[in-house]
């Protein structure tokens, strides 16, 4: 568990001298695909460093639709980085799209122990900048591409996403129908959208 965990944290701005303090706060959980971790009206108060597997962030609207806000996959943080999102209930929920396995600890925890140490503000600054590229890149995709350069955008960056998400989650996460996104799949040939984007 050590091994990996401190690779995951390391690769998100945890320093090397930090890590031995830390590891001790983390616990190994396997989560089943279909299992929701947090739902509209609890704290979220854990942070999760994903070994492997998928996780889907998504709203219901009053008429039960679901909107998917984000995925996060192997290697990344999940975990409440706006100062809202820490002090006040949650409004979404956190799904484990696959079987999930991830190292979780109590986020407070970890924030004290990280917080003593004069760089530990760089673990944090990297989770906000990760969070805010994401929201720009949507931005961007919304604003400037029709559904079929959202998708090609997708899956630009996301590449290791775009076939492990099922077909009518992605379709929600890209604001089209299944049929619309089905149809820009048979018809888009993905080899060349690097060198296009």
Not at 7 to 18: C, D, F, K, T
Not at 52 to 71: A, C, M, T, V
Request: proline content about 5%.
């Amino acid at each position: 568990m050590t091994e990996s965990l401190s690779r995951i944290l390391l690769e998100n701005g945890v320093i090397p001298a930090s890590i031995p303090k830390v590891t001790p706060l983390f616990r190994q959980a396997y989560i089943c695909s279909g299992t929701v971790v947090l739902s509209p009206g609890q704290h979220w108060n854990e942070l999760m460093a994903i070994r492997q597997g998928i996780f889907r962030l998504y709203y219901l609207d009053s008429s039960g639709k679901e909107s998917n806000k984000g995925f996060f996959s192997e290697n990344q943080i999940l975990a409440p980085i706006a100062r809202s999102a820490i002090q006040e209930p949650s409004l979404f929920f956190v799904e484990a799209l696959t079987n999930v396995e991830v190292y979780s600890c109590n986020y407070e925890q970890l924030a004290t122990i990280l917080n003593k140490s004069p760089s530990g503000r760089n673990f944090y600054n990297r989770l906000a900048e990760n969070l805010l590229e994401d929201k720009i890149r949507r931005e961007i995709m919304f604003l400037q591409l029709d559904a079929k350069g959202r998708y090609e955008r997708f899956f630009t960056d996301f590449p290791d996403l775009h076939e492990r998400v099922p077909l009518h989650h992605l379709a929600s996460y890209l604001g089209m129908t299944d049929v619309t996104l089905s149809r820009i799949r048979r018809k888009t040939d993905l080899s060349n959208v690097k060198e296009l984007i």
